[in-house]
């Protein structure tokens, strides 16, 4: 068969279901070969909107997300999607098309050395250079992208290696089983635990990955741990909970630092130091005990006194096995904090103010969503207040990046959530700016049908950095601009817009757009004055409880 033949025929024994794509001139053979393949094929408006599906689609599922470009500007555009999932372990593979290799009479015509350029990005970068490696390469490519700690891995296919025929055969996946954590290990972790007088549980993004959720809702159940977790953790445990003490959106003097602080040991379980610090070690203060799939990277912020390496499922039921009845931890010792914790989340929650105020809008975003529905968050101020005040029940219910934290990323995300979960909510929380960055998507969007509302946050600025230029003591000056009327935007797209006058219409108007289905745009002014007032001057003023 032809060389693309070949590697579709690869990417079906993989399983995938879709790609998605900006193709270009390179990629001509390998489009032809998907045209009669079982793979869907989903064209995007940019690469960037490609690259952020089909890491979401990895995310969600735990199976590699395949997206497709052309050489050049199309490669180059791929690589903030490839720091995305790099950063946030997401599994990724990416294939692009380049000139041919043995003869070419294009010189240097859009010629980028994209291998090297991806290296650094990647946990594997290869250029196909004959056609009879397919099979091992694309199989090796899953592989990396998949196992833990999962990435991005770049495929390079140029156009006359797409065309050679070869017979190779297709090398078939086979299930990946991951050791667990040895005794002596779990038999020590045991022991610290159960001599702390106030230990703590955090729990990271890791453990939103392979269906760590069930084993550790158990541990909990059994131990009665109290627990905080990071941005990417959230929902793995029920917020819900007496036992949960908040979530650690900044890295310190937050509510949650009370019981952080008052702790002298935590078991960090699923936690890396890619993700934005939840807490800083030093060298004088508590235990922290690593159970993770891999070992600590260690950082000046972070370097765990012990590990437990392995799959974290087997290593948190393992340990429970040893910690059973025994209750290492006294919740009373927490009670206050979480009292403190809770009467904030509801501080605010409740104001009437037009336009509206952060605390507001993300309890009327949690009124209208069910305990499976999917917020997505694209980046910005907003994130740290969905972070702390959000209540998330269920794994991945609350999709955002505490890692590359790249703008852009959120409605991309919120398709993919959307093609993969039609019969839940699914909404997408952007601010202006980053919403602009990727709407096109829009268009993407309505073509294939999706249910999805967009919920833009207005300032007309960039927030966030507005936010920390504030808190800096400069004057404001340089990130602020102009929108599109975003209700006539969306019907340009054949979308549904929205415009929110009022701090009473955002959960009718929500309620209705998830009601009559398709996809809507919900334009809301917001007021950021609150920033300074709750996360610098109340937050520099609180007192833990003692």
Not at 237 to 246: C, F, K, N, R, T
Not at 470 to 476: C, I
């Amino acid at each position: 068969m032809k060389a693309s033949d070949l590697l579709v025929a690869a990417l079906e024994a993989e399983g995938v279901e879709y790609i998605f794509a900006v193709p270009g001139e390179e990629n001509l053979d390998l489009l032809e070969s998907l045209r009669t393949s079982s793979i869907r094929l989903i064209v995007t408006r940019h690469e960037q909107g490609a690259g952020f599906m089909a890491a979401t689609y990895g995310r969600l599922t735990g199976k590699a997300g395949v997206c497709l470009a052309t050489l050049g500007p199309g490669a180059t555009n791929l690589t903030t999607p490839a720091a995305y999932a790099a950063l946030g372990a997401f599994p990724l593979v990416m294939i692009t098309g380049q000139k041919p290799i043995k003869v070419s009479k294009q010189a240097q015509f859009q010629i980028v050395d994209v291998v090297s350029l991806f290296t650094p990005l990647c946990k594997m970068a290869k250029q196909i250079v004959n056609g009879e490696r397919i099979p091992s390469l694309v199989r090796e490519g899953f592989r990396r992208a998949q196992e833990e700690r999962p990435g991005a891995v770049l495929l390079e296919l140029p156009e006359d290696i797409a065309e050679e025929e070869t017979s190779e055969p297709v090398v078939a996946p086979h299930p990946r089983q991951y050791a667990v954590a040895g005794d002596a290990a779990l038999d020590e972790a045991a022991e610290r635990i159960l001599a702390a007088d106030r230990p703590l549980l955090l729990v990271g993004a890791g453990a939103n990955r392979r269906s760590a959720c069930k084993a550790l809702r158990k541990f909990v159940d059994d131990t009665q741990f109290p627990f905080f977790n990071t941005q990417m953790g959230k929902g793995v445990l029920d917020e819900a909970s007496p036992l949960y003490l908040g979530t650690a959106a900044l890295s310190s003097d937050d509510y949650v630092h009370c019981a952080i602080d008052r702790a002298d040991l935590i078991v960090n379980i699923g936690h890396d130091v890619v993700e934005k610090p939840p807490f800083f070690m030093e060298p004088d203060g508590r235990t922290v005990i690593h159970v993770n799939y891999k070992a600590a990277e260690v950082d000046q912020v972070y370097f765990p006194q012990l590990e437990v390496i392995g799959d974290i499922a087997g290593s948190v039921e393992r340990l429970g096995n040893r910690l059973r009845g025994k209750h290492p931890s006294d919740p009373a010792a927490y009670a206050k904090v979480h009292e403190d914790i809770a009467a904030h989340i509801r501080q605010g929650s409740d104001d009437g103010r037009f336009p509206m105020v952060p605390q507001g809008i993300v309890a009327d975003v949690r009124a209208v969503m069910g305990r499976d529905d999917i917020v997505a968050l694209d980046n910005g101020i907003y994130k740290i207040w969905f972070a702390r005040n959000y209540i998330a029940h269920e794994p991945n219910t609350i999709l955002l990046d505490n890692a590359l934290a790249t703008m852009g990323a959120g409605l991309p995300s919120a398709m993919m959530a959307a093609m993969l979960s039609p019969e839940r909510r699914v909404l997408a929380v952007c601010g202006d700016g980053g919403f602009m960055m990727n709407s096109q998507e829009v268009e993407t969007a309505v073509r294939l049908g999706l249910n999805l509302v967009v919920l833009i946050l207005n300032d007309s600025a960039y927030g966030m950095i507005r936010w920390k230029q504030e808190e800096l003591g400069f004057p404001d000056y340089g990130l602020s601009f102009a929108n599109p009327d975003f209700v006539t935007y969306a019907k340009s797209y054949g979308a549904t817009g929205h415009r929110i006058e009022s701090s009473e219409a955002l959960v009718p108007t929500l309620n209705e757009a998830f009601e009559s289905g398709g996809v809507h745009l919900v334009d809301l002014p917001v007021d950021y004055s609150e920033n300074r007032k709750v996360l610098i001057d109340e937050l520099k003023a609180m007192e833990c409880p003692q």
